[in-house]
């Protein structure tokens, strides 16, 4: 008689699908996945560590770089923990700026996501559509901030700047003439709200383009109907959040039940799953987008009628304008000891957390009183639900794993942290 066993196999920690450094050892009968056992903190950046030695503003861009593909999500729950200890009140068309920023963010987020899942599964053509509309929300970032991806534009009291009155606009070059460079400044003649709402007016058309080539689509359903399903009861034993727990037909979203910034002043809907599926994540997903569409046309309608300061006036916490610091001896000095030795915390403990598109994303931060956080404890949303791999794929196919990977939309820059 020939013995049959099981055998053991890496999946990664190189590999297309694995939506970072994830080396997966699966234990195979067949084809057929018996135990996924996912090693992780081959990414380690020791940020949690790294924060201890710099100063509380020194860290901010830090939390860009931990999930990469949700920037401005990432500095919001660290800027408003700061805050929470210095018991700091933001202006308010900062809280509307900082709304907007994150709702683009989560745009920013679903769009890679579905983008790679759907790669991952097979389906080519829609990664470079969810490309395209990346582009013009990174044009947004960079108008804002001067950089594509990690802005650090959110600052303790506020955020850096206010939105230009100009978006850049292309220059007739050898690649394209005068006719092509029109068409691509069509949208950039005004303003940086004059672009992001001509983008909100684009964008359900997107969405539409993409649940036509995927929605009803017989092999996408083949792939994701039915694979990964968790029970409501077991996705809140495992700490799911965001997505995760919504498609699972549980109704928790922190922009609703724990409402921070100006969230209870926006009219939007929390999209539910049923099954608990891939499939549904994906729905819930798709649904995700079209409010944070709806949440932003809101912010921009208010910013443009609501003229007013975009962060507090208090020079222990923000630097002082450059004029006046080149002119006031007392600026000056404000400006000296903010970038060398930081602003003072007072001493306390804070947990600050937010609706990140992955999940609950928290800060959790002990201040000593010095110019360094003592502590800082990130709880990323994407370490819960990759510890539920195992559970979520057995029984199923090798190929089915890369499907799971894809609808938890992990990030290991968070996980490793």
């Not at 800027?79 to 018991?87: Q, R």
């Not at 046309?297 to 609501?306: A, D, F, I, R, Y």
């Not at 959790?364 to 502590?375: E, L, V």
Request: one cysteine or more.
């Amino acid at each position: 008689m020939s013995e049959i066993k099981n055998y053991t196999i890496n999946f990664g920690p190189q590999h297309p699908a694995a939506h970072g450094v994830l080396r997966l050892v699966l234990e195979l009968d067949g084809e057929v996945i018996q135990r996924a056992d996912p090693h992780i903190g081959l990414l380690h950046r020791a940020t949690e560590k790294l924060a201890e030695s710099k100063t509380w503003i020194q860290n901010l861009p830090y939390m860009d770089r931990l999930d990469y593909v949700s920037m401005m999500c990432n500095e919001h729950a660290y800027v408003l923990a700061i805050e929470n200890l210095l018991g700091l009140e933001v202006p308010i068309r900062a809280k509307y700026i900082r709304v907007m920023f994150d709702e683009l963010t989560r745009l920013l987020n679903h769009l890679l996501w579905l983008g790679s899942h759907s790669l991952d599964v097979g389906a080519m053509g829609v990664f470079l559509y969810a490309f395209r509309e990346r582009e013009d929300i990174f044009d947004m970032y960079e108008a804002v901030s001067g950089a594509r991806m990690h802005a650090a534009y959110y600052r303790p009291g506020g955020v850096y700047r206010d939105l230009p009155d100009s978006m850049p606009q292309y220059q007739v070059n050898i690649k394209r003439n005068k006719k092509a460079i029109d068409e691509l400044n069509k949208n950039r003649e005004g303003s940086l709200l004059d672009f992001i709402e001509s983008f909100t007016q684009r964008f359900p058309a997107y969405v539409d383009e993409y649940e036509t080539l995927l929605t009803d689509n017989r092999i996408w359903k083949q792939r994701l109907v039915g694979i990964g399903v968790v029970s409501p009861e077991r996705a809140m034993q495992l700490g799911f959040t965001g997505p995760m727990l919504r498609g699972c037909g549980i109704d928790w979203d922190l922009r609703k039940h724990q409402p921070y910034e100006i969230y209870s002043q926006l009219d939007f809907r929390i999209p539910l799953g049923k099954n608990g599926d891939s499939y549904d994540r994906y729905l819930v997903r798709m649904a995700e987008m079209r409010e944070s569409n709806d949440i932003i046309k809101q912010c921009v309608k208010w910013l443009k009628q609501n003229p007013g300061e975009v962060i507090i006036n208090n020079h222990k916490v923000v630097s002082p304008k450059r004029e006046k610091m080149k002119s006031n001896m007392e600026e000056l000095i404000h400006h000296f000891k903010l970038f060398t030795e930081g602003m003072h915390v007072p001493v306390g403990e804070t947990y600050a957390a937010i609706e990140h598109p992955k999940g609950e994303f928290g800060i959790y931060a002990i201040s000593d009183g010095a110019n360094k956080p003592y502590r800082l404890k990130i709880r990323a949303p994407g370490f819960a639900h990759l510890a539920a791999l195992d559970e979520m794929a057995r029984g199923h196919m090798i190929a089915d794993a890369v499907t799971i990977i894809g609808t938890q939309d992990i990030v290991f820059g968070e996980i490793d942290r």
